[in-house]
């Protein structure tokens, strides 16, 4: 039995579920792109850089400057 627009109902479902894997397989892939790309960057070594320079900022001039840069964060 068709439904208004002369359609059976099962022809809607096909068009609603391939919509749904379009939208579900383009954020699988948004986050296996942002995977590797989070990979990469801790592979290469920039966090570690960026971290030891971010704890080294106030370590040079004394325990007060350190706890400061710490507490003011």
Partial sequence: MAER????PLAEERGQSTVEYALVLGAFLAM??????LWRFLGQGVAAD???RAASHGLGAGTVAALQDVLLY
Avoid: S
């Fill in 50 to 52: 960026i971290a030891a």
């Fill in 32 to 37: 296996a792109v942002a995977l590797a790309a």
């Fill in 5 to 8: 627009g002369g359609r059976p």
